[in-house]
C-alpha cells in the first residue's frame, strides 16, 4: 500500500474517532523554532515552570523522542462549550476544564489510533502524546496546515477558532505531508488590548506565561503576587478572555464529547459556594477534573486572592 493510501485512511480514521482536525508533518528539527524557545527562555517568561528548560532538544527534535521518525500526525480535538456559569459574580473556571480531564481522554483515543495503524499498515516505531511530554504540539500543528499561531500564541483555525486540545503521534513512517496555513490575524489587537495582565507582547506573537492568568492560577506553585491583584478578572482556574475576544471564534461550534460535560453542581455554584468550598464538594464536583492538579489547596489560594 502507497504512502498516499496510507495517509488517507489515516485521515478518515482520526475523523472517524471524533477529531476535529488532522494534519501530517516531516519530522525533523525545528530549527526556527529552536531559536525562538532559546529566546523566550532566555527572557525568563516561562516563569516557573522549569521543565521547559529541560530536554530542549527533544523539544525542536522528534526523532529525539523517536529514533528514525519520518512524521508527526497532529490532531485537534473540540471542547468549545456554549454552556456557562450561571452566577455572573461566581469565580470563573476555564472552559476546557469544566468535564473530564482532556489528557485521559484523548490519550485512550490516541491508543486505539496508533494500534489502527499497526495492525493495518505494520509494525510501527511510535509515541503518542497529549500536552504531556517535550513537543512543541503548537508549532507542528502549524506545520500540518491546522491552523496558524495567533498573536495571542494559541493555534487558531479560521474556520473552527482555537477551542481544541492538540495531540500528537509520532511515528517512523513516511506519509504525505500538509503545508502551513496563511496568517490570518492581519491588523487585529482584540487578544492584546482584553489580557488584563498584558501578558501578551504590545507587538503579539509572544506571551509571557509569568504573568498569565493561566500560569498564576494553576502552574504557579507559591503565593501570587500582589501586583495582580485587582486584575485577574474573576478566574480562580485558567483564563478564556483571548479566545473569547477572538473574531475567529465565532466559527467555533459546540463539542460532542459527553465526557466534557460538567458535572451537574459546577455551572450552578454561586459566589457564596465557592468561597466556602469544602475538600469534599471539591472532590466530588472535579471528580476526574483537570482540575485536580491544582489541588483544593490551590484552588482555595486563588478563590481567596480573588476576594
Known amino acids: 500500500m502507497n504512502k498516499d493510501i496510507i495517509t488517507i485512511k489515516i485521515k478518515e480514521k482520526a475523523t472517524e474517532l471524533g477529531f476535529y482536525s488532522v494534519g501530517i508533518a516531516k519530522a525533523e528539527f525545528m530549527e526556527e523554532e529552536a531559536r525562538h524557545l532559546e529566546k523566550w ?13 529541560n530536554h530542549f532538544d527533544k523539544r525542536v527534535d522528534p526523532t529525539k523522542l523517536v529514533p528514525g521518525a519520518r512524521s508527526v500526525i497532529s490532531l485537534a480535538y473540540n471542547y468549545f462549550t456554549d454552556q456557562e456559569q450561571e452566577d455572573e459574580m461566581a469565580p470563573k473556571i476555564a472552559s476546557y476544564a469544566y468535564g473530564k480531564d482532556y489528557h485521559k481522554v484523548i490519550k485512550k483515543k490516541l491508543k486505539e ?33 491546522l491552523g496558524w499561531k495567533g498573536k495571542n500564541t494559541l493555534l487558531i483555525n479560521k474556520d473552527k477558532g482555537s477551542f481544541f486540545f492538540l495531540a500528537e503521534i509520532v511515528l517512523d513512517l513516511e506519509l504525505d505531508y500538509d503545508h502551513r496555513l496563511k496568517d490570518h490575524c492581519g ?48 478566574w480562580m482556574f485558567g483564563c478564556d478572555i483571548c479566545q473569547d475576544v477572538c473574531p475567529w471564534n465565532k466559527f467555533s461550534s459546540p463539542h460532542t464529547e459527553e465526557k466534557f460535560l460538567p458535572q451537574s453542581e459546577l455551572l450552578g455554584m454561586k459566589k457564596d459556594d465557592w468561597e466556602e468550598i469544602t475538600e469534599e464538594i471539591f472532590d466530588k464536583v472535579f471528580q476526574g477534573s483537570a482540575v485536580k492538579r ?11 486572592f480573588l476576594k
Request: hydrophobic share 35%; proline share 3%; charged share 25%.
Open 294 to 304: 491544582t489541588k483544593f489547596s490551590g484552588l482555595k489560594r486563588n478563590i481567596n
Open 41 to 53: 527562555l532566555s527572557k525568563s517568561y516561562h516563569g516557573e515552570m522549569s521543565y521547559m528548560e
Open 187 to 234: 491588523t487585529c489587537t482584540r487578544c492584546i488590548d482584553a489580557c488584563p495582565t498584558d501578558a501578551i507582547k504590545e507587538e503579539g506573537y509572544i506571551l509571557d506565561a509569568s504573568k498569565c492568568i493561566s500560569y498564576l492560577t494553576i502552574e504557579l506553585k507559591n503565593a501570587i503576587p500582589d501586583y495582580f491583584s485587582g486584575k485577574m478578572d474573576n
Open 113 to 145: 489510533f496508533l494500534f489502527y495503524i499497526i495492525e493495518n499498515f505494520g509494525q510501527v516505531t511510535a509515541r503518542i502524546f497529549v500536552d504531556s511530554a517535550p513537543v512543541l504540539e503548537r508549532e507542528w500543528a502549524e506545520r500540518a496546515g
